[in-house]
């Protein structure tokens, strides 16, 4: 059996591997994905990223499986990294819709088929990916723990979940979950804009499922942040009056602090008490290395900067 080290301390990076292995359709990987995976994971454990996050449905199965060919050319490389992969959405397929599938069974499937593209003997983290409605509690839990059991999954989390949603499930469930991936960014904040407008009327319109944070963090679930760089709306691409004021400023603070834009964008995230633990889902190696402070740093913003930097991409007043 593979060993492995321990989930990353809460607020450290993770690396998403979404953007590995080429196209987003059934067409075949070749060499030159392979060859621009490894340079995406060089990048990221050169930084100091050793938690590796996948789903079953990136690139159609094909961001596991490259990352698998690096593996295999890599000797050793897996006893020093965490794998985390997610199953739960069925892509669409020509006229068939795509839905979500947390039968039994087919967590089962999913994880073995996951454990092949992977080269691998164990995942150290599953996440199931998104709710499904017609999902069976105890169904989910009995396929969890079998596969805890046979050793082929060693931890168990989920995504894109709220409070009540992950404790309906851990009811049923003796495997305590480590975590939760949301959307967090400083572009998307519901999250955070959920515990400050209770008793007020944009509360109804914000959406965001309130005490998930304070859940996690009683708990002691790591909150895992995807699209934490925003996709590069504060880093390239502004689109409004707001995007361009908040660009303006992470530039400035970034100069001030001798550090990357890219880094005060995470920087904000790993501020927050929950010690948020953003993903970084680049695949060009000069991003992925321009996060390297935030991996290996502590949060260097002030209180106020921290505001700072939340009011201008608010760009209205707190309540």
């Not at 070749?30 to 060859?35: E, F, V």
Request: charged share 25%; aromatic share 6%; proline share 5%.
């Amino acid at each position: 059996m593979t060993t492995t080290k321990t989930p990353s301390r809460a607020g450290q990076l993770l690396y998403g591997c979404m953007g590995l292995g080429g196209t987003w359709d059934a067409e075949p990987y070749g060499a030159a994905d392979i060859d621009a995976a490894e340079a995406a994971i060089a990048a990221a454990l050169d930084i100091g990223i050793t938690t590796f996050d996948h789903a079953d449905i990136y690139r159609h199965g094909k961001a596991e499986a490259v990352f698998g060919e690096v593996l295999a050319r890599t000797p050793g490389l897996r006893e020093r990294i965490v794998l985390q992969t997610k199953c739960g959405i069925r892509l669409a397929d020509g006229e068939r819709p795509g839905i979500y599938d947390l039968r039994g069974r087919t967590i089962v499937r999913r994880v073995e088929q996951s454990l092949a593209r992977l080269r691998t003997d164990v995942i150290d983290v599953l996440l199931l990916h998104r709710p499904d409605p017609l999902a069976d509690p105890d169904d989910i839990a009995e396929a969890l723990t079998s596969l805890h059991r046979q050793g082929l999954v060693r931890r168990f989390g989920v995504s894109n979940m709220g409070a009540a949603q992950m404790g309906h499930l851990q009811a049923r469930l003796d495997i305590p979950l480590v975590a939760n991936q949301l959307e967090m960014s400083l572009q998307r904040r519901d999250w955070l804009e959920a515990g400050v407008l209770v008793n007020t009327r944009e509360a109804a319109a914000n959406g965001f499922p309130f005490g998930t944070l304070e859940f996690c963090m009683q708990n002691g679930i790591e909150l895992q942040a995807w699209g934490a760089l925003a996709q590069g709306r504060f880093t390239g691409r502004q689109e409004t009056p707001e995007e361009h004021a908040t660009a303006r400023l992470i530039e400035s603070l970034a100069a001030e602090k001798g550090t990357t834009p890219e880094t005060i964008l995470l920087w904000w995230l790993q501020r927050h008490p929950a010690r948020i633990a953003p993903v970084i889902g680049s695949a060009r190696p000069e991003r992925i290395r321009a996060c390297r402070q935030a991996a290996q740093e502590e949060p260097g913003l002030t209180h106020e900067e921290w505001y700072e930097l939340w009011l201008t991409a608010r760009g209205v007043p707190l309540p």
